[in-house]
């Protein structure tokens, strides 16, 4: 069983973000990344300054917008006055959101050319039709670890394992336009275990701790682990239960390790890149 | 085996369209349907004018634009004049397209308020994302005749083939949403009777006549048949070998009869629905 290892997957991803920074910067442009933090969650407080530490890293200029209980127009205001704002580069919003707000809702008021995190409405029906655009970072951070492998996707059966907007639908979509049969469950599935022993691969994007075991598993299949529920001692747990699995799977991503890393790099990468495409040489 | 018959759902459905069409006549809105033909190709001639006496029997008003060899520039006009026009209630763009035109890019140019046919890519955004948005009429015509005939798609292994984005990515989409387990096939699909032959229903946009054949199907999976390929003797050809399959399916849908009328009174329910949004009482 192969340890898929994110962190180096993430390492080669983070040498080509500074030279691009520092390109932009020479010609007076300060690639900045907007991150609106809409709860005082702490982990989500967590996960922020892990990006902001990341982005000061690479030469990534990493605005933090808190927001104290905002409601729906807050948070529209706030990503309105950010898309206007020529400083601002990319912009994502973190959630938990308020209760009653959806994320594609809100995030239909990111312009296009700064949703670095494929979260308006638009990006997502813009990648389902197969042009340009930011996919989610975490939906494209699964391609980029299969990448990584050197699993290519082309007539193989995977299985996803969730079907949420920001990663189960995305991933789906990029796994289908790279050749891939996709099959894609969640809490309704009736036979999980069946669906997910034919595959090649499978995705797992359920917030459910241990929900994938070697029983799920094909010899030799590939697991790519997008779960990360925290735990009370402060740890971040996946959805595969990875002693089991790893009996039986060719290539497991850990947790943590595995997608997140490369997640938060892929959020970089996408700011500079849009820092270049709104400032033009 | 049960035939599912199309037209007597599309009849069903002509019913409420008069009543809402003769309301907003009342209020001196007369409901308009646009359909921007930009190809003088005989089988879109042809199902154009099928558009039109189907508008002209349920009293809605059908404005046809025909363009001559128009370029990217020219159909983006067109769309983008008649969004702007308070006397058209609902826009579709007629396919084949121009060579090198990509129907999402230019349907990007549909007003969302008025895309009737979920051409835009934020209404397959919004689709994804599970918010309110017209779907592509023939998607979700698949679902009006799951519905028809008491199928509940619930916990139910669904394979789709075909990953189009006007049929199968969104018809994915919508069963998605309904609770089915959703497999997508397409043409780099290695064993697409493997895929089938568990499925509780298989629904097929292929675009390939006979692709589906008994051995596709487990005893009993409904057929819903979305392939109109046209033969050269002017008739019509769906992607299941009907004789065959018919031996095995619990229902199938007619080609023609089957999903083409219902997509015609879901194009001219929308465009009421759309012209009451618009011009609220």
């Given amino acids: 069983m192969k340890l898929i290892e994110g962190r180096e997957v993430a390492k080669a991803l983070r ?32 996960y922020v300054r892990s990006i902001a530490r990341a982005a000061d890293r690479v030469g990534v200029n990493c605005r933090i ?28 919003c973190q959630t938990p959101l308020p209760e009653n707000v959806k994320l594609a809702d809100v995030a239909a008021h990111i312009a296009p050319s700064k949703d670095v995190d494929g979260a308006n409405p638009m990006s997502l029906g813009r990648l389902a039709a197969g042009l340009e655009t930011f996919a989610p970072a975490t939906a494209e951070a699964v391609m980029v670890l299969f990448e990584a492998i050197g699993f290519n996707l082309d007539g193989k ?19 289908l336009d790279h050749g891939a049969t996709v099959t894609i469950c969640h809490r309704q599935t009736v036979d999980l275990e069946a669906e997910c022993r034919t595959a090649d691969a499978v995705v797992v994007a359920a917030g459910a701790p241990g929900l994938i075991t070697a029983k799920h598993l094909k010899p030799g299949a590939i697991v790519i682990d997008v779960g990360t529920t925290p735990t009370e001692d402060g740890q971040l ?26 997640t938060t790099q892929l959020l970089l990468r996408n700011t500079v890149v849009a820092a270049q495409r709104q400032n033009p040489a």
Avoid: C, Y
């Fill in 15 to 46: 040498k080509q973000t500074p030279s691009i920074a520092e390109a932009l910067r020479a010609r007076g442009v300060n690639p900045t990344l907007a991150v609106v933090v809409p709860t005082d969650d702490e982990g989500t407080a967590w």
């Fill in 157 to 175: 059966d995977i299985t996803m394992v969730g079907r949420s907007t920001v990663v189960g639908t995305p991933a789906a979509l990029l796994m």
């Fill in 65 to 92: 917008e808190q927001l104290a209980q905002p409601d729906h127009d807050d948070l529209v205001a706030k990503l309105e006055a950010l898309s206007a704002d020529e400083n601002v580069h990319g912009i994502i």
């Fill in 237 to 262: 747990v996946g959805d595969v239960d990875f002693e089991s699995a790893s009996e039986v799977a060719g290539a497991i991503t850990p947790v943590p390790g595995g997608v997140g890393p490369v």
